[in-house]
């Protein structure tokens, strides 16, 4: 199942796609990844993520992603696309934050690794794009401990470079 949303306001979108994907531990973690831009700068991807807490019969993790241009080159297009999901059972739900609301699992006893994909993308000069949220499964019972997981990919456009140039981070 594929959900799309973009939403443009003076060169600023959001859009988002859920798909399946594997996990890794639950505790506070964060990563960044920087390369070299052609023609000069630096591009850096980066995300963040809180610990788990509790919240009734939720788990939540706050957490952030963004794509940072360090240079003299006029950005064309920045866009920061992350992935968040966790493993869920017995009709689960699973949300990040963004506007679509999340998903939820199948019912069963089987453990379902699902993941939603979103992205914020800056083409009116910015040279970083970022968002912050809060992740949420429910209820907790149904979420396999440990199973979270994410990765930010960060792009920038430079004017006069046709190509893309791309980092990732993840935790």
Known sequence: MVVRLRRIIA???????????TGIPASAVSDDTRVSVPGGGTL??????????SSGNTYKWDYQVSAVYSGSQKVTSIRSTWTLGSCLKNSASWSIGVSTGGITVGAGSSWQCKSITAYWVN???????????????????????????????????????AQPKEATASV
């Open 123 to 161: 083409s009116n000069g910015a040279k970083s794009a970022s968002w912050r949220s809060t992740a949420v499964a429910a209820p907790s019972k149904y979420y396999q401990s440990g199973s979270i997981y994410g990765t930010n990919v960060a792009r920038v456009y430079t004017k006069g470079y």
């Open 44 to 53: 850096t991807s980066n995300i963040w993520r809180g610990g788990q807490s």
């Open 11 to 21: 060169g600023v979108g959001l859009g988002v796609v859920i798909a399946t994907a």
